[in-house]
């Protein structure tokens, strides 16, 4: 049934991936059906704002039906008789997050009560405290964990603070651009006795000499654009001991974008072999502040109560080859803005962290990086 999609996209550019979001979340639901708002999120594809405003579209034209905020197809579509669901234990997520896990996921949640409120200055997007506590129980399965000097590039997760509670790894070293999160992490590192050290360093500017080729692991959650994520992979890469089989982690295809081969491009351009790709692994927060009143209003109507998220991407590990390219990619600071950071160039009041006690630090920051407000 047609729809009209300007109610549901923010730019024409958006059309042809939400008429095919459309399409595959009407295919989600009718095998899952009755379905909830978060779990069309978490398991189809679609920005949550635009999702949620697809699927209201979609019952004001008939084509789904809203009971007690469980969606289903109207009585005109049929029903297919097959369902097929993830694993319960695990979420599809491989490990189960139990007993050791459980209790640093508890510990998490409490710490980031505390947190610096995200800026979209640096692009700051954190996943939600499961997910980092996911790749903790992920890299420890995978042998990645105990033992080793792990290197974290950029965390607004705070997944090394969760790797330091866990206690099995034999330093965790953090560089981000973020004053304010670098403090954080090391007053919590410090008050918990953890063998982990935050730096504050823009990646655009390179990394000291005396960082190179320490670590036998690098995670780091880029940007998904083919710039920023060149430059955290370089750096990461520059980061590992020589030789094979170091490690690194990164998160790619974005659940609100067209897939593209430019990821795919720059490992292999970097000679690195791909292991391992978890589907829909990685999950980031809902922010509140991203939705305007009317999206607020449908969110009331279409909430379930199920944990809250924004989007999704994968989890993709690598190994290092003896033909490794670990140059460091050349990118300034401007050429690393997206879309979410020139919004707040404009007008600082788009973003969180402006709206917030930090108000001082987003003008500061906004200074330096050479904008005006
Ligand atoms: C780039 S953000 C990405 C957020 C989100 N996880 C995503 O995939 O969209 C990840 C971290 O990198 C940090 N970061 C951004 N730009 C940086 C830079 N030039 N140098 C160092 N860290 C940077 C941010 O502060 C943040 O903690």
Redesign the pocket.
């Known amino acids: 049934m047609a729809l009209d999609y300007s109610k549901i996209i923010e730019q024409e550019s958006e059309k042809e991936f939400y008429k095919k979001t459309h399409k595959n979340i009407m295919e989600y639901i009718q095998i899952h059906q009755p379905v909830t708002f978060w779990q069309i999120v978490r398991n189809v594809q679609g920005s949550d704002r635009r999702v949620l405003r697809l699927l209201h579209q979609l019952t004001l034209n008939g084509s789904l039906r809203k009971d007690r905020k469980k969606i289903s197809l109207s009585h005109r579509f049929k029903r297919k008789d097959f369902k097929e669901e993830v694993c319960t234990k695990c979420q599809g997520k491989i490990i189960p997050i139990e007993g050791k896990f459980h209790q640093v996921l508890k510990e998490l949640h409490k710490i980031i009560l505390t947190k610096p409120i995200p ?1 979209f200055l ?6 939600t405290p499961i997910t980092s506590v996911r790749r903790v129980a992920y890299l420890l399965w995978r042998g990645d964990l105990e033992g080793k000097n792990i290197a974290v ?5 705070l997944t090394s603070l969760a790797i330091g509670l866990l206690g099995k790894a034999k330093s965790i070293v953090v ?4 004053i304010r ?1 670098v403090k954080f992490i090391n007053s919590v590192a410090k008050r918990k006795n953890l063998k982990l050290k935050a730096h504050t ?4 500017k390179g990394i000291p000499k005396e960082f190179y080729a320490k670590f036998d692991v690098f995670l ?5 654009s083919p710039k ?1 994520f060149e ?2 992979t370089s750096i990461g890469l520059a980061l590992l001991k020589s030789g094979s089989e170091r490690i690194g982690y990164l ?1 790619f295809f ?1 659940s609100h974008q067209e897939k593209s081969m430019e990821f795919q491009n720059i490992l292999n351009k970097r000679k690195v072999i791909i292991t391992d790709m978890i589907p829909k692994f990685t999950e ?1 927060d809902f922010l509140p502040s991203t939705y305007n009143t009317n999206d607020l209003a449908l969110l009331q109507k279409f909430d379930s109560g199920d944990e809250r998220l924004s989007f999704h ?1 994968n989890l993709t590990r690598f190994e290092t080859t003896k033909n490794t390219q670990r140059k460091i990619f050349k990118v300034n ?1 401007q050429q ?1 803005l997206g879309k979410a950071t020139k919004r707040v160039m404009k007008n600082p009041e788009k973003d969180p962290a402006y709206n917030s006690e930090d108000r001082k630090f987003i003008l500061s920051t906004m200074k330096k990086m050479k904008f005006k407000s």
């Not at 590039?153 to 997760?157: F, L, R, W």
């Not at 780091?220 to 998904?224: M, R």
Request: glycine content about 2%.
């Open positions: 800026t640096f692009d700051q997007r954190p996943v590039i950029g965390d607004d997760d560089f981000d651009i973020d999160l360093k823009d990646l655009t780091a959650d880029p940007t998904p920023p430059l955290f998160s974005p980031y991407e600071l690393m």
